[in-house]
């Protein structure tokens, strides 16, 4: 799987948009971006994929850029809820199934 | 429906010793993965298995094993445990191969 960047760290006033980057320049053609945070000491959540289309759902935003190299989760309204670590993965299909290789990630503090 | 379950949630055990844990997927989903999370190394793949076959394996060495029955119920077993596989062990569970994976809680495992 190509590997991914994210800032260590960022915070977010409760109430405005989260925006969180994410770097994976090396990705290939079938490799999905996925999202997933995870709450101090619970198992991490699924947020939302995409492969080259931007996508909405009820949690969040993925946007991708053309070129697919980097992308962006948006949290549109952050709560202090929405304090996580948020994870960054690229992902093939086929027989890597559901081997997911998850970097450091960004740890999200919402502030009120 | 129930979400992913794994007991037990914590555990203590000593040097030599070895361990069996226990994760019970969504009803339905018949894929199961296991993941390793430490304060240094992060989440790691361990293992993933599908209709009671190993599907894939991370790098961990071979005191670290598991099993899926036919109820798609998974185990996994740690044998002559050392301090540094002290850990959050985290199952989940996905209805196919390369879906949307569901995390359980995790087992909390300390050595002494």
């Known amino acids: 799987d190509a590997k991914t960047t994210q800032p260590t760290s960022m915070d977010c006033a409760e109430g405005r948009a989260a925006n969180l980057p994410c770097n994976h320049s090396?990705?290939?053609?079938?490799?999905?971006v996925y999202w997933y945070r995870q709450i101090h000491s619970q198992g991490p959540q699924y947020i939302i994929h995409?492969?080259?289309n931007n996508e909405t759902n009820e949690m969040a935003s993925l946007i991708i850029t053309e070129d697919r190299k980097s992308s962006t989760l948006i949290l549109p309204h952050a709560t202090l809820r929405d304090t996580a670590v948020y994870y960054c993965?690229?992902?093939?299909?086929?027989?890597?199934?559901?081997?997911?290789?998850f970097g450091g990630g960004t740890r999200l503090m919402v502030k009120p | 429906k129930a979400g992913v379950t794994q007991t037990p949630r914590y555990l203590i055990k000593t040097r030599g010793q070895q361990v069996t844990l226990s994760c019970s997927p969504i009803?339905?989903?018949?894929?199961v993965s296991w993941y390793q999370q430490t304060p240094g190394q992060g989440l790691q793949f361990l293992f993933e298995?599908?209709?009671?076959?190993?599907?894939n394996k991370g790098n961990f060495p071979g005191r670290f094993s598991g099993r899926q029955f036919s109820n798609s119920r998974s185990e996994m077993n740690v044998s002559t445990l050392e301090l540094g596989d002290s850990a959050l062990y985290l199952c989940?569970?996905?209805?196919?191969?390369?879906?949307?994976?569901?995390f359980g809680e995790g087992s909390r495992l300390t050595v002494l």
């Open positions: 009803s339905g989903h018949r894929s």
């Open positions: 989940a569970s996905s209805l196919v191969v390369r879906g949307e994976l569901f």
């Open positions: 995409g492969l080259k």
């Open positions: 993965i690229v992902r093939v299909g086929g027989s890597a199934g559901n081997m997911l290789t």
């Open positions: 298995y599908f209709s009671e076959t190993q599907r």
């Open positions: 090396t990705i290939s053609g079938n490799e999905y």
